[in-house]
DNA sequence: TTGTAGGCGTTATCAT
DNA sequence: ATGATAACGCCTACAA
């Protein structure tokens, strides 16, 4: 901190000046007229000794702090980042700070630094991502929970606005695309969790979209870790590698429930001697900027980040200004972005 | 904000107990000793009321917030986004939040945001990355700038500690690797930019490098951008490509500025004909994660991004608890991380 | 147009 | 072991 021990007030500037520190505080806030003469004055000697007002106190006294807090599990995601430009984007011009604040997709450290940033610190929150259990912060937080945004956070009660990507129908339609291109072997890879409801619903996706096309679900290509995985390119890799040493290849596509496992599978069809796209098609999801720099160019599904981060921004927005106080659940659509790594078969 | 309009505050719990509000603030703090009775019945009407002690208050009282402030222009930048890790892990179990708040590389935008910090509102600020240019902070905060710490943000008055990479001397031992695997040709590819000072020291330590070795600078492959790049990839990929439609491929390995870029690069070698590392040797910059998916894996020089990061915070963190009030520079090395890019001649 | 004084919710100091 | 009360620094009626 700054001038911590011998921090100028108000008061002190408006002794300086000789006039109130009313006149000071409206000088500064425009709040109300203030003589040109005066304020000039005022603004001098706040600039001649760098005042610069105590925002804790402001904020004590109006109970706002112009603050948006942004929780998310992993800064180092580009999903939630894109999420947070997003944010930021909408909420430019607007006077409002955002911060970050990372979890680590630990539910014990959500709480913790929720306690810290706790009521009154922020405006509003936004969530980004993690895993579903809200009631730990109900216990905090109680029943009055306003000003909560989620985004692509699944909560049973439909307590909170929140955006989301429909899932289990992104996967569906990836299921379409490969199908529509002639395939029907489509092997999946990814993992399942109870405690992360997302990757369920994805996977039922995939189920939904065999379906569609009355494809068989084969078993022995359905790689489907426990438990959420740490390193995603190395279960992509090694998965599919050790896949290739014992058996042959015997899908024509595969889906990846994220881009980087998708880059690790590609990877080690290629170090086994299989061509991407010529001998299998690779699909994956996100579309973070990795999945470009793949060589092939990995094929995927875009999820749009940055506009679910700015409808959450707005959303937040008209709830912490009393604009609307509405709950609403917005869901958005991904698309395929087409590059180079599926191959159109008869 | 939860409870707004009709907040608890310490008093109301105080009147419900039958105490004053000085027992109950002690109570929860532990500040000082509260006779277990007393404090039992005091945590049972927290709870059941789910009173949470106003963080702003509490902090206008005791003069610190317990959170440190992390500013870095882009939260997508993976080097940024690592630093903040180390940052986080080593302030792990101090009770200290950390939030983080994105300038988008605009210090009109950092001035505004550190204007909303400012004052009183974190202990203690971690500038990551960014352009040098701290006048226009000093001219808001004055010359106590105290509790500041700079990760890779060069500033020319040593009046802030900070943790730097000494990439002049990084880049030079990037050649010096180059040269030791036989190579002579050897390209430089990236930018060039007053604003920022590190692409300067970075293609000066890539003279001091060819010096090194009496190997010629060659101005026919030294591709060096006017301005800083937007579109790193793409510069890297089209610069390359465009670069061999018009001429034979007259150099052995290329050195970017970037792992991007050099990913780019890599890109445009294969798409027009040539084998990686065979006919040409690639090496980034950074090792950020996408350096490991491209394919070949690119070989690159690793930057210590967490270590800088908890190097950073116990450093702040001995200035902000007083432990320690002396400005330190402290350099940290890099290493080359030798994957497939680069190929050993005679 | 400007000044005075009370309040925001805690913590800290000094009593008891 | 606990109470009363004055800070903390700002904002905002209300008054002048």
Chains 1, 2 share one sequence.
Request: with cysteine; charged share 25%; proline share 2%.
């Amino acid at each position: 901190m700054c001038n911590k021990n011998k921090q100028l007030t108000i008061r002190d500037i408006a002794k300086m000046v000789g006039v109130s520190p009313a006149t000071v505080s409206n000088a500064l806030s425009g709040e109300r007229h203030v003589k040109k003469e005066t304020k000039d004055k005022i603004l001098k000697t706040v600039e001649k000794y760098k005042y610069k007002p105590n925002i804790i106190a402001r904020s004590l006294s109006k109970k706002k702090t112009g603050i948006i807090g942004i929780i998310l599990p992993d800064i180092n995601n580009p999903f939630y980042s894109e999420v947070v430009k997003g944010i930021d984007e909408e909420l430019q011009g607007h006077d409002y700070l955002t911060v970050v604040v990372n979890t680590y997709y630990n539910s014990e450290i959500e709480i913790s630094q929720l306690k810290k940033l706790g009521a009154m610190f922020v405006d509003g929150y936004i969530f980004v991502g993690g895993s579903c259990e809200f009631e730990k912060i109900k216990t905090y937080f109680g029943d009055y929970l306003e000003n909560f945004v989620l985004v692509n956070r699944k909560c049973k009660n439909r307590q909170f606005s929140s955006v989301i990507i429909d899932s289990k129908r992104a996967i569906e339609e990836a299921v379409n695309f490969l199908a529509e291109n002639g395939h029907r072997e489509i092997s999946y890879i990814g993992w399942s969790s109870r405690e992360i409801i997302i990757p369920e619903s994805k996977y039922s996706g995939y189920i939904k979209g065999l379906d569609n096309h009355n494809l068989q679900l084969n078993e022995d290509f359905l790689f489907l870790a426990d438990d959420i995985i740490l390193n995603q390119y190395k279960y992509g890799y090694e998965t599919i590698f050790n896949y290739l040493d014992n058996n042959k290849l015997d899908f024509t596509a595969i889906l990846a429930q994220t881009d980087i496992i998708g880059i690790g599978a590609m990877r080690a069809f290629q170090d086994q001697g299989y061509n991407v796209p010529d001998s299998v098609s690779v699909i994956g999801y996100g579309n973070i900027s990795a999945s470009k720099f793949s060589n092939p160019s990995m094929t995927t599904i875009n999820l749009p980040k940055r506009r679910m981060g700015k409808i959450a921004a707005k959303v937040l927005f008209n709830s912490v200004n009393k604009k609307s106080s509405r709950k609403e659940v917005i869901y958005l659509k991904t698309k395929v972005v087409n590059r180079e790594s599926i191959k159109k078969i008869n």
